[in-house]
């Protein structure tokens, strides 16, 4: 049994915890949060809102927003305890030295009160030692994830490669749900195309995926969708990747 103390009260720590939670070889000893409020939904768990009371435990997992990793490592009354965070973008020497360093992080989208299922989503592991990446290791195991020995330089380039296919994605549908709107057509027309682009890329490279008039070096349904558009952010956006994909191919 791996006990884990939890610190963070947040999106990313209900999820994890939620998860540890339900695996019989994790045991959850206790939640961290300075906040009293935010330790409401810990119900089953001890909790506190003191570094000080900081229970024993064999991992102690930061999971708060990246510019306050750093202050709470600074702050543990320990040493030599295995120490990691849940950042996708933070290198692990971010981290405390006076301490044993790691990173568990999950790669994926969360959002509150949202299930995930943690048996699809890919776990990056790094750690200073190798029996604390054994450690790191079984909680991936415990929870039914695949895992990948990830260095913090690798780790950065897939947070950033995870931004455009997530964040700049759905904000690409959210600007395309906006359209819509505006001009009185449902969205859900556009699911099935959304999932077949998505599901494409299981079986080709995105660059063997592309279609579309940017491709091609269509002008004139460039030129069309362009004067539809009503709002300059999305001319500009629209013209941007057009560009991109334009010179990507030769166009």
């Known amino acids: 049994m791996i006990k884990i103390v939890i610190l963070g009260a947040g999106n990313i720590a209900q999820h994890i915890y939620n998860v540890f939670q339900a695996a019989e070889m994790l045991n959850v000893v206790q939640v961290y949060n300075r906040s009293k409020k935010a330790l409401s939904y ?99 195991d415990a929870i039914g994830s695949n895992s990948y020995k990830i260095s913090s330089e690798q780790r950065r380039a897939l947070h950033v490669s995870a931004v455009f296919v997530n964040n700049f994605s759905n904000h690409l549908y959210r600007i395309a749900h906006e359209i819509c709107e505006t001009n009185n057509v449902p969205f859900e027309i556009l699911s099935p195309l959304i999932q077949e682009t998505a599901d494409k890329i299981n079986t080709l490279t995105p660059y063997m995926a592309q279609t579309g008039p940017a491709k091609r070096g269509d002008q004139k349904t460039i030129d069309s969708h362009l004067e539809k558009l009503d709002k300059d952010i999305h001319k500009e956006i629209y013209t941007l990747l057009t560009q991109s994909i334009a010179k990507t191919y030769g166009r």
Request: proline share 4%.
């Open 42 to 140: 810990f119900s089953d768990v001890p909790t506190t809102t003191s570094l000080k009371n900081l229970a024993e435990a064999d991992i102690y997992i930061i999971a708060v927003a990246d510019d306050a990793i750093t202050s709470i490592a600074n702050k543990l009354p320990f040493t030599d305890r295995l120490v990691a965070h849940t950042s996708g973008s933070v290198h692990m020497h971010e981290l405390h030295k006076k301490n044993r360093r790691g990173v568990f992080y999950p790669l994926q989208t969360f959002t509150k009160g949202v299930h995930v299922d943690f048996s699809g989503i890919p776990i990056c592991l790094e750690s200073g030692e190798k029996a604390d990446f054994k450690t790191l290791k079984s909680i991936a």
